[in-house]
């Protein structure tokens, strides 16, 4: 059953690979509601995928497709059956950017249709304007028609050379004109267009805004690619006592190779990906010479350089993923469990996740809890690390062997006192539960969580128990413990 007490993320799906990796993401079994928002531009086999897409935490909604490069080609009996058949609970009129009366017009056409059949969708009007007067004129008349569920639209900007309007024009107007709308109407269900973000959400709740639709979540993924260049500075950066003419050659060519990319991507591409493997060959060799750490770079390097579409694929989700879980999911929890990394590390392959790459007794408990669908989806968990500071349990890390000392915990104190800082600004956290050993704390030294915060002491089987019974109190929406 959805009940949803907070702003709603709709996450923007057009094909089918889009909700597969919603899927991926176990997005249906997520603390919280979330929102699906299609468009009527998309086939019938997408339409019919994302009618079945189930999750009782899941709320649908489309639009009409106008701001897609095709726009809008339906009629309003054709977008309503073309709504009916994709199951959504909220359909959106076609609206006009920044055309008040044009969008009007739309609207008297669209209610007029509503009206004249039962539908099982609710009719959602668009206000558009260009100043703050024409948005409330635009709503005021949406009101005056009769329509109860009001989406603002307009407030994105266009990309040069793009179809696609993803940033927002000017947050200060975007903000004036909600606003001005609440201030008059004080409970009306409202919705933003295309302007959700994670660091929209806290607003999105002061003004009780039903959703907002959010396109960027996609693109937070590195492509081979640009993960080939990261890395490949990461090891220059290792090889700065190194002085070998010929790979200074090779990466002179890269780099030659990578600006002619930017002009001619097709012609550029072969050659850079030929030009890496030699790198890579040539760097084996030099790895004789160089530390642990070189080594599993290079292992790193070679695993993405190898990769075929499917396994580039894998890797995007796992990104993304992570992305998900420390952004948006991580909204919707009320628990934090902070954790060290462990020393111990499992026999698979760089780069992987921190939860199947670190090994020691609190990330088996956790697997364990997760596998057996134990672990409460009411508890976000963060990972102090010597070598990484800050993460995710999902995020991509690689093996390495440094161990935290003072001098590392002093290091990385104001780094993670920041990250951490960022992390909880926009969280309704409760409860903060630390389980780490004596140097790691020191990288949370002094810091103010604000909340309860509880540290565990003893030897490491006393904080294993400790950590146990702590996560076995927090039972929320999990099937069962014993």
């Known amino acids: 059953m959805k009940v949803n007490n907070h702003s709603i993320p709709f996450f923007v799906v057009d094909r089918p690979m889009s909700l597969e990796l919603l899927k991926y993401c176990e997005i249906d079994k997520q603390k919280g509601v979330y929102g699906l928002m299609g468009h009527a531009n998309t086939s019938k086999r997408f339409q019919k995928l994302f009618r079945d897409f189930k999750g009782n935490n899941i709320v649908k909604a489309a639009d009409s497709g106008v701001f897609t490069k095709d726009g809008c080609k339906l009629h309003y009996k054709e977008l309503f059956s073309t709504y009916e058949r994709m199951g959504v609970e909220y359909g959106i009129m076609?609206?006009?950017?920044?055309?008040?009366d044009t969008t009007l017009r739309s609207a008297k056409e669209?209610?007029?249709?509503?009206n004249?059949?039962?539908y099982s969708f609710k009719l959602v009007g668009v206000a558009q304007g260009n100043t703050l007067e024409e948005y409330l004129e635009c709503y005021e008349e949406l009101k005056s028609l009769g329509f109860d569920y009001i989406a603002i639209g307009g407030l994105l900007k266009k990309i040069v050379n793009s179809a696609r309007y993803v940033r927002v024009r000017d947050e200060n107007f975007l903000w004036n004109v909600v606003k001005k709308i609440r201030n008059n109407y004080k409970n009306d269900w409202l919705f933003l267009l295309g302007c959700y973000h994670p660091k929209r959400h806290k607003i999105f709740e002061k003004f009780n805004i039903y959703g907002g639709?959010?396109?960027g979540w996609i693109l937070n993924y590195k492509t081979s690619e640009r993960w080939i260049d990261s890395i490949n500075r990461e090891l220059e950066s290792l090889e700065k006592n190194i002085n070998n003419s010929k790979l200074k050659r090779l990466l002179q060519e890269k780099e030659k190779i990578s600006q002619e990319l930017r002009k001619d991507e097709k012609s550029s591409k072969k050659k850079k990906i030929e030009l890496d493997r030699k790198i890579l060959s040539l760097r084996k060799k030099l790895a004789k010479e160089m530390d642990d750490e070189y080594s599993k770079k290079l292992q790193t390097h070679e695993k993405i350089l190898s990769m075929d579409k499917n396994d580039a694929r894998k890797y995007r989700f796992m990104q993304i993923k992570a992305y998900l879980e420390n952004n948006i999911f991580s909204l919707f929890r009320d628990y934090l469990l902070i954790i060290s990394c462990s020393q111990r590390k499992a026999q698979i392959s760089n780069p992987a996740p921190a939860i199947e790459l670190y090994d020691g007794p609190f990330f088996k408990m956790i697997r364990k809890l997760k596998n057996e669908s134990k672990f409460?989806?009411?508890?976000?968990?963060?990972?102090?690390s010597a070598k990484y500071?800050?993460?995710?349990?999902?995020?991509?890390?690689?093996?390495?062997?440094?161990k935290m000392t003072e001098k590392r915990a002093e290091e990385l104190k104001n780094e993670i006192r920041k990250e951490l800082?960022?992390?909880?600004?926009?969280?309704?956290?409760?409860?903060?539960?630390?389980?780490?050993?004596?140097?790691?704390?020191l990288t949370l030294k002094d810091f103010n969580f604000e909340v309860p915060a509880i540290y565990v002491n003893g030897k490491i089987g006393e904080k294993l128990s400790q950590m146990k019974g702590w996560l076995y109190s927090k039972k929320e929406n999990v099937k069962s413990i014993k």
């Open 376 to 384: 409460s989806n009411n508890i976000h968990v963060l990972v102090i």
């Open 94 to 100: 076609i609206d006009f950017l920044k055309d008040k």
């Open 389 to 402: 500071g800050m993460l995710g349990l999902y995020d991509l890390i690689e093996k390495y062997n440094q």
């Open 110 to 114: 669209a209610i007029k249709i509503y």
């Open 116 to 118: 004249e059949k039962s």
């Open 213 to 215: 639709d959010y396109k």
């Open 421 to 441: 800082e960022k992390f909880l600004s926009n969280k309704n956290c409760k409860e903060i539960f630390v389980c780490m050993g004596k140097n790691y704390r």
